[in-house]
C-alpha cells in the first residue's frame, strides 16, 4: 500500500468510526456490532504503525490509550477556573436571589443544573481539534492530562459543525457507578485497597501513567460552561448549540423564573437522584444572561452569579457486624465498622468509619447494634450514632485491641493524641509498604516507574524491606518478576510482569532519584511529623542530614514552627542504630543528604515581622505567600496569637482566625496589600 492510499483509506476509516461512536455514545442506537467495531479500529490502528507520519491526535485510536506519561505538566489557566460558593440552606438561595435582583432588576431567568461529582475539567479546542485538556488543580494552576482525557469517548476529538475557531468549555469528568463498582470488584479481588468513592476513583484514574489504563476504567464526563467568542449572548443558548458541535451537555438542566420554581428543581431532583447511573451532590443556579453575570462580577474565589445548593446528608439505620481494625503508614490503627450492607446516597454501604478508640467508647456501640450510619458530604460513610431500643442486652462493650491485628505488637498510645500506635514501624508488613510507598511517591523521591503494585511484589519477593534497598537491585533480580491475579466475575485474569523496557526504566528512575533535592530526601523517610513544609524548613536551617542528626532538642525547637512534637519525633527516629545504618547505605549510594544552608533570607523588609496565611488568593497560592514572606525575612506562623503583625487575608478565611484577630486586633491585609509590603 503506497502512502496515498493508505492516507484515503486513514481518512475513510476515521469518518466511518467516528459515526459508529457517534450512534453508539450519543444516539445509543448502534448498527454494527462490537466485533465489527473492534475490527476497524485495529484496521486503523495497524495502519497508524505502519505511516506513523498520517497518524493525527484526533485518531480515533486515541480513545484506546497506551501512552505511557512520566509526569503531568502544571500550565496556568487563560482564566481562573473558580469554584461556587456552597449553601445547604434555602433561606441563602433567596438571599442569593434577593442579591441578583437588586443588581439586575426584577426580570431575571436562572439555569439550575445538576452538581456533579467529579473532577472539575477544562478542555481547549482549537480549530474543532482537541489541544489540551487541564484540571482545576489550585483554580489558577493545573494539571495537564490531555493523553489520557483523549481516551473518554464522550470527549470530542473532532468537532462538527460551525464551531469557534478558538474557546475553551469546562465541566466535569466523573466514573459512572457501574465502572466504580466493577473497578473495586477487581481491587478487592486481588487484595487491594477499594476506592471510597467514585469521585475518588475518577481523579486517580485521571492522573495514572498509563493512558491504556484510563481507557479500562470508562470514565465520562458532563460539559456545562463555554468561555470564548460565542455566538449567543447567554449561557442556555451556547450550551445548546454546543451540543451541536458534539459535546455530551447533559439533559438535567431547567430554566426557572423564580424561586419557587428553583426550590421545585431541587426538590425534585433531591429524590430523583438515586435513579441516576452516576453520583450528583446537590443542584447548581447560574444567572443566565452574561451581561447580567458581568454585572454581577466575581469574589477571589467564586462567581456572584452562581451558587450551589448541596443536598444534606442522608441516614440510615443497619446492623454493625464487626469490627475491624487497619495500620496505616505510620502505624495508627483505624477501627472499620463491617455493615449489614444497606442502600444509602445511592450505593450500597458494607462499611463505615468508626475513627478511633475514643469515639468508639463516645457511642458505646456494640458488635450486633443496629446503628445509624451517614455519607458525611456524600463521601466516606460514618457511624454517629446507636439505635438503644434495640440493642440486644446480652452485647458488650466494643473492647479495643492491645496488640497489633497485623504483627502482633503491644499497641501504644501518646498522652493528648486521640490513636493507638504499632510501633513496629520497620517489623509490621502494612507499615513497611507504606513507607515504601511514600519514599517513591512523586513528591518524595519520584521513582514513578515503580507505582501500581510494583512496589508490593518486590517486598513480597523478599528484594525490598526498606527504602535504602531499592538502590542495591539489579538487572537481573528484577527480570521475569511477576503475581498474577486470579479472574473474577467481572476482571479477567491478568499478570503484572517485570519485562526488559519495565526493568529499564525502574532503574532508570532509582538512579535519577539520586538527584532529588535534600528537603525531599528528608521529607522521603518518612518521620512522624515531618511533613513536606517540616522537611524544607530543616533542610534550609542545619543543611545536612547530619547536622539534623546531631541537634539537641533545644537547637531543633529553634527552627520555624519546629515544636516539642515534631523535635521528640526527630530525635527519637535518629536515636535508632537501624536508621542510622539506614542513611549509611543512602550515603554510599548516592542519594542527597546534603543541600545549601538557606538562612539569609533575599530581603530583610519583612525583618521582625509575623505573618498568618488564611484564605483563597487570586495571584500567589499559599505556599508561594509563605516563600515570599521567608525570603523577605519575616516569619510565617500557623495560628494566630499575640505574636502576629499581620494576617493575610484571602477568600473564605476561616471564621475563628477572623474573630481571634480581631479580638487581639492583628492587622488583617489582602495579598495586594502584602505586594507592595515587599515591592
Given at each position: 500500500m503506497t502512502i496515498i492510499e493508505a492516507r484515503q483509506r486513514i481518512e475513510q476509516l476515521t469518518t466511518e468510526i467516528n459515526q459508529h461512536n457517534q450512534r453508539y455514545y450519543e444516539a445509543a442506537a448502534p448498527v454494527i456490532s462490537d466485533f465489527e467495531f473492534d475490527s476497524l479500529l485495529q484496521e486503523l490502528q495497524q495502519l497508524e504503525l505502519k505511516f506513523p507520519e498520517l497518524a493525527t491526535s484526533d485518531s480515533p485510536t486515541q480513545r484506546v490509550g497506551g501512552t505511557i506519561t512520566r509526569e503531568f505538566k502544571t500550565v496556568q489557566h487563560l482564566t481562573p477556573m473558580l469554584s461556587l460558593s456552597n449553601t445547604y440552606s434555602?433561606?441563602?438561595?433567596?438571599?442569593?436571589?434577593?442579591?441578583?435582583?437588586?443588581?439586575?432588576?426584577?426580570?431575571?431567568?436562572?439555569?439550575?443544573?445538576?452538581?456533579?461529582?467529579?473532577?472539575?475539567?477544562?478542555?481547549?479546542?482549537?480549530?474543532?481539534v482537541l489541544v489540551q485538556a487541564v484540571t482545576r488543580g489550585d483554580g489558577i494552576r493545573g494539571d495537564d492530562v490531555t493523553v489520557n482525557v483523549r481516551t473518554i469517548h464522550s470527549v470530542p476529538l473532532k468537532l462538527r459543525g460551525d464551531y469557534p475557531e478558538e474557546f475553551e468549555i469546562r465541566g466535569e469528568i466523573f466514573m459512572p457507578r457501574s465502572s466504580f463498582d466493577s473497578l473495586n470488584a477487581g481491587k478487592e479481588e486481588i487484595g487491594e485497597q477499594p476506592f471510597a468513592n467514585p469521585r475518588n476513583a475518577a481523579a486517580g484514574s485521571l492522573k495514572l501513567l498509563d493512558s491504556a489504563e484510563v481507557a479500562r476504567r470508562k470514565l465520562d464526563c458532563f460539559l456545562y460552561f463555554v468561555i470564548g467568542d460565542m455566538p449567543?449572548?447567554?449561557?442556555?443558548?451556547?450550551?445548546?448549540?454546543?451540543?451541536?458541535?458534539?459535546?455530551?451537555?447533559?439533559?438535567?438542566?431547567?430554566?426557572?423564573?423564580?424561586?419557587?420554581?428553583?426550590f421545585e428543581f431541587i426538590d425534585e431532583w433531591n429524590e430523583a437522584r438515586h435513579n441516576l447511573p452516576f453520583d450528583i451532590d446537590g443542584v447548581v443556579i447560574k444567572v443566565n444572561s452574561y451581561p447580567m453575570q458581568q454585572s454581577l462580577g466575581f469574589t477571589a474565589k467564586s462567581p456572584r452569579w452562581a451558587i450551589a445548593y448541596k443536598f444534606k446528608a442522608e441516614r440510615v439505620v443497619t446492623k454493625l457486624l464487626n469490627i475491624v481494625y487497619q495500620v496505616g503508614r505510620t502505624g495508627a490503627i483505624t477501627p472499620v465498622a463491617v455493615l449489614e450492607p444497606v442502600q444509602l446516597a445511592g450505593s450500597i454501604v458494607k462499611r463505615a468509619t468508626l475513627h478511633n478508640a475514643d469515639i468508639i467508647a463516645q457511642l458505646d456501640v456494640r458488635i450486633g447494634d443496629s446503628v445509624f450510619v451517614e455519607k458525611g458530604g456524600e463521601i466516606i460513610p460514618k457511624i454517629?450514632?446507636?439505635?438503644?431500643?434495640?440493642?440486644?442486652?446480652?452485647?458488650?462493650?466494643?473492647?479495643?485491641?492491645?496488640?497489633?491485628?497485623?504483627?502482633?505488637?503491644?499497641?501504644?498510645?501518646?498522652?493528648?493524641?486521640?490513636?493507638?500506635y504499632c510501633p513496629n514501624e520497620d517489623g509490621c508488613p502494612p507499615q513497611i509498604k507504606g513507607k515504601l510507598e511514600h519514599f517513591i511517591c512523586?513528591?518524595?523521591?519520584?521513582?514513578?516507574?515503580?507505582?501500581?503494585?510494583?512496589?508490593?511484589?518486590?517486598?513480597?519477593?523478599?528484594?525490598?524491606?526498606?527504602?535504602?534497598?531499592?538502590?542495591?537491585?539489579?538487572?537481573?533480580?528484577?527480570?521475569?518478576?511477576?503475581?498474577?491475579?486470579?479472574?473474577?466475575a467481572i476482571t479477567r485474569e491478568r499478570t503484572v510482569k517485570f519485562r526488559e523496557k519495565t526493568v529499564e526504566n525502574i532503574l532508570r528512575a532509582i538512579e535519577s532519584s539520586k538527584s532529588v533535592p535534600f528537603a525531599r530526601v528528608?521529607?522521603?523517610?518518612?518521620?512522624?511529623?515531618?511533613?513536606?513544609?517540616?522537611?524544607?524548613?530543616?533542610?534550609?536551617?542545619?543543611?545536612?542530614?547530619?547536622?539534623?542528626?546531631?541537634?539537641?532538642?533545644?537547637?531543633?525547637?529553634?527552627?520555624?514552627?519546629?515544636?516539642?512534637k515534631i523535635a521528640g519525633s526527630l530525635t527519637g527516629w535518629f536515636a535508632?542504630?537501624?536508621?542510622?545504618?539506614?542513611?549509611?547505605?543512602?550515603?554510599?549510594?548516592?542519594?542527597?543528604l546534603a543541600g545549601a544552608k538557606s538562612n539569609t533570607p533575599d530581603s530583610d523588609v519583612l525583618g521582625g515581622k509575623s505573618f498568618v496565611v488564611s484564605g483563597v488568593f487570586s495571584s500567589y497560592s499559599r505556599d508561594e505567600l509563605k516563600e515570599l514572606i521567608g525570603a523577605n525575612g519575616g516569619k510565617v506562623l500557623s495560628a494566630v496569637s499575640a505574636k502576629t503583625d499581620f494576617i493575610i487575608a484571602g477568600d473564605n478565611m476561616g471564621p475563628s482566625k477572623l474573630e481571634k484577630a480581631r479580638q487581639l486586633g492583628v492587622k488583617i491585609i489582602s495579598e495586594d496589600d502584602f505586594a507592595e509590603m515587599i515591592s
Open positions: 434555602e433561606a441563602e438561595i433567596k438571599e442569593f436571589d434577593q442579591r441578583v435582583r437588586k443588581v439586575t432588576g426584577d426580570e431575571i431567568t436562572y439555569i439550575c443544573e445538576l452538581k456533579y461529582d467529579g473532577v472539575a475539567i477544562g478542555l481547549r479546542y482549537e480549530q474543532g449567543f449572548d447567554n449561557h442556555y443558548d451556547n450550551l445548546m448549540k454546543a451540543r451541536e458541535w458534539g459535546f455530551n451537555i447533559p439533559l438535567y438542566l431547567r430554566k426557572c423564573a423564580s424561586v419557587d420554581e428553583i454517629i450514632g446507636v439505635d438503644l431500643t434495640n440493642r440486644n442486652h446480652n452485647t458488650y462493650p466494643a473492647a479495643y485491641p492491645v496488640h497489633c491485628p497485623e504483627c502482633g505488637a503491644v499497641l501504644t498510645r501518646t498522652a493528648g493524641e486521640s490513636a493507638w512523586r513528591k518524595a523521591m519520584n521513582i514513578d516507574s515503580l507505582g501500581e503494585g510494583k512496589t508490593e511484589i518486590l517486598f513480597d519477593s523478599g528484594l525490598v524491606s526498606n527504602v535504602a534497598d531499592f538502590y542495591d537491585l539489579t538487572y537481573d533480580q528484577l527480570l521475569g518478576l511477576e503475581k498474577s491475579y486470579p479472574a473474577t528528608l521529607f522521603a523517610l518518612g518521620i512522624r511529623f515531618v511533613g513536606e513544609t517540616v522537611a524544607k524548613k530543616l533542610a534550609a536551617h542545619f543543611g545536612s542530614i547530619e547536622n539534623i542528626a546531631n541537634a539537641t532538642i533545644g537547637e531543633l525547637l529553634m527552627v520555624d514552627e519546629i515544636g516539642e535508632l542504630e537501624k536508621h542510622q545504618m539506614l542513611l549509611e547505605r543512602l550515603a554510599v549510594a548516592g542519594v542527597k
